[in-house]
């Protein structure tokens, strides 16, 4: 089966670092996304590691480690509107390049607090 | 707005009815797909279209029924629907060999069956 564990709940004050854990088990492994999900909205695209270690993107980092089937989200100087669900997901088949297939967590509901 | 445009925003249907949702992409992507969010489980894959033809259907009842007319549209058909189908139904893009492989979501549908 097709698995990923990520904590349910993370809470955090504002200007803080919060790190958020995802482990996987999955039959095929091309890369670990993360997507950001506020409330009644539309997920949104973060952040996507194919290789080790760290990618940047502005107060967000991801990182991955293919051998601990591990990756985390890291956000910093954390902001009110960074309060939203997080999802990471992996791409576990490319149809033969046509096109992606992602499997997504249960997802991480971060709550800033002032 | 994402991009990606679901009709309508909410629907509450009796359990003998008949609905479509609609799915629109006007990002030039060239594969479409259909997940349903339930609360407190990941989001789970329901069907995969690449390039206007199905290469996936994740073990979906048959009162599902999936519709790509052309690759800037989806369609799910809906007929006798359970209270257990109530839940919001994403529909996403992507597109063949896209910088970081990326889905752009929808706002989705809330779906009631009653």
Same mark, same amino acid.
């Given at each position: 089966?097709?698995? =990923?564990?990520?904590?349910?709940?993370?809470?955090?004050?504002?200007?803080?670092?919060?790190?958020?854990?995802?482990?996987?088990?999955?039959?095929? #492994?091309?890369?670990?996304?993360?997507?950001?999900?506020?409330?009644?909205?539309?997920?949104? #695209?973060?952040?996507?590691?194919?290789?080790?270690? =760290?990618?940047?993107?502005?107060?967000?980092?991801? #990182? =991955?480690?293919?051998?601990?089937?591990?990756?985390?989200?890291?956000?910093?100087?954390?902001?009110?509107?960074?309060?939203?669900?997080y999802f990471c997901a992996v791409r576990v088949s490319n149809y033969g390049?046509?096109?992606?297939?992602?499997? #997504?967590?249960?997802?991480?509901?971060?709550?800033?607090?002032? | 707005?994402t991009g990606v445009t679901q009709t309508p925003r909410h629907l509450v249907?009796?359990?003998?009815?008949?609905?479509?949702?609609?799915?629109?992409?006007?990002? /030039?992507?060239?594969?479409?797909?259909?997940?349903?969010?339930? +609360?407190?489980?990941?989001?789970?894959?329901?069907?995969?279209?690449?390039?206007?033809?199905?290469?996936?259907?994740?073990?979906?009842? *048959? &009162?599902?029924?999936?519709?790509?007319?052309?690759s800037s549209h989806l369609f799910l058909h809906l007929h006798t629907l359970?209270?257990?189908? *109530? +839940?919001?139904?994403?529909? +996403? *893009?992507?597109?063949?060999? /896209?910088?970081?492989?990326?889905?752009?979501?929808? *706002? /989705?549908? &809330?779906?009631?069956?009653?």
């Open positions: 089966g097709q698995s =990923l564990e990520q904590p349910s709940e993370v809470t955090a004050v504002e200007g803080a670092i919060v790190q958020i854990n995802c482990t996987y088990q999955t039959s095929g #492994f091309y890369g670990l996304s993360w997507y950001q999900q506020h409330d009644g909205g539309a997920p949104t #695209f973060l952040s996507y590691n194919a290789l080790d270690g =760290l990618e940047e993107t502005g107060r967000f980092s991801s #990182f =991955l480690s293919r051998s601990d089937s591990y990756g985390y989200l890291l956000l910093q100087e954390l902001q009110m509107k960074d309060s939203a669900s390049g046509a096109t992606n297939k992602l499997i #997504f967590g249960t997802g991480t509901l971060l709550a800033v607090q002032p | 707005e249907m009796g359990m003998t009815n008949k609905k479509s949702l609609k799915c629109e992409q006007h990002l /030039g992507h060239n594969a479409m797909y259909w997940y349903k969010q339930s +609360a407190k489980k990941p989001l789970e894959l329901m069907f995969v279209y690449s390039l206007e033809e199905r290469v996936e259907n994740n073990s979906v009842p *048959s &009162r599902f029924s999936p519709e790509c007319p052309n359970q209270p257990e189908d *109530s +839940a919001l139904y994403l529909c +996403a *893009s992507s597109l063949t060999g /896209g910088a970081n492989y990326g889905y752009t979501f929808g *706002s /989705g549908t &809330r779906l009631t069956v009653v």
